[in-house]
């Protein structure tokens, strides 16, 4: 609750997770208005597919413009949005604008598969499924043009339930990404009953590749071992050129990160993959 803190200058004393502190109801009536007024984005960061360098897909992450306070980090409003039991009513927004923006992606031609996240919360609500299925034939999106991420910690919380709704998931086609790999505690006995096809690996092992060996060493593992398991391995927070040489090196599948490209607004994420369109890379 960092952000939070600093921003709203609480004192560090303050019960960190109390739901009914004062500040944390008005942020949160401030955000379920600002989803009923459509105050939120989806900004667009590309994935880059090392083997040809193309941008063959994104991840749609979340921005909220708080009047008076600028763009707002995720990081701050998800974990209260989740405390206070709201995560559902933002996630319902994400699907419904990240799977439009596919739509017009398709309509522009366009070949980019748009990943989107899913919160600890959401893995446990049985309804998901179903609602992503109506939400892809409204907008007539195939499931293979998404795919959906969620980190470890959401699937060790409740993990036969978790199960459940992940396999229903994937069962309508829809791939399924394990979020902020090799930070959390998923073993492998459970990882692999998961219908997961893509780890990410976690940018704090990603961000120091060209200055630390050890993290070299991690990463060369994480990708070969994802790789004999079956996984796409994306690497996240690549911030230079000499980490994507290195990921490329050792076979990972999609790098990701402010060397790539950082999140911009869908009208500016489209500019920018339309215009390396006609040069073919
Ligand atoms: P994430 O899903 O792991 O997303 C990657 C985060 O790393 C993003 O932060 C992105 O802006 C940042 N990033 C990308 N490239 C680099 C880089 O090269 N260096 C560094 N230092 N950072 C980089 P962001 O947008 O602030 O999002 C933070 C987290 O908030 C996300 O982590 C995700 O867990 C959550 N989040 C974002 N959008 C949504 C959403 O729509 N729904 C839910 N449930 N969670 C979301
Ligand atoms: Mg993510
Ligand atoms: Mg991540
Ligand atoms: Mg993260």
């Not at 502190?21 to 090392?50: G, N, T, V, W, Y």
């Not at 459970?190 to 060209?210: C, G, N, S, T």
């Not at 790098?255 to 490209?261: C, P, R, S």
């Amino acid at each position: 609750f960092a952000a939070l803190k600093s921003t709203r200058g609480v004192d560090v004393y303050d019960p960190p997770s109390d739901p009914h502190r004062p500040e944390r109801l008005s942020l949160m009536s401030e955000l379920r208005a600002a989803i009923d007024a459509d105050a939120l984005e989806l900004f667009f960061q590309p994935k880059l597919r090392l083997a040809d360098g193309q941008v063959d897909a994104a991840e749609a992450l979340i921005r909220w413009h708080r009047p008076g306070r600028g763009m707002v980090p995720p990081e701050m409003f998800i974990t209260v949005a989740e405390e206070t039991g709201n995560i559902g009513r933002l996630t319902r927004w994400v699907l419904a604008h990240g799977i439009a923006h596919a739509a017009e992606l398709i309509h522009a031609g366009h070949s980019i598969r748009v990943s989107l996240n899913l919160s600890a919360r959401d893995i446990g609500d049985p309804g998901l499924p179903d609602r992503v299925a109506e939400l892809l034939h409204a907008h007539g999106v195939p499931a293979s043009a998404i795919a959906l991420e969620v980190t470890e910690s959401a699937v060790i919380g409740e993990p036969e339930a978790a199960l459940q709704v992940l396999r229903r998931l994937a069962d309508t086609g829809i791939d399924m990404a394990i979020d902020d790999f090799g930070i959390g505690q998923t073993s492998f006995a459970y990882l692999r009953r998961l219908p997961v096809r893509e780890l990410k690996i976690d940018k704090m092992f990603v961000q120091h590749l060209a200055t630390d060996p050890t993290d070299r060493t991690i990463v060369r593992s994480l990708v070969e071992l994802g790789h004999r398991l079956g996984y796409q391995v994306t690497a996240e927070g690549v911030e230079d050129a000499e980490s994507m040489a290195f990921l490329a090196s050792v076979g990972c599948d999609h790098a990701q990160g402010y060397h790539v490209g950082r999140p911009v607004d869908f009208a500016a994420f489209v500019a920018r993959i339309g215009a390396r369109d006609p040069g073919g890379a």
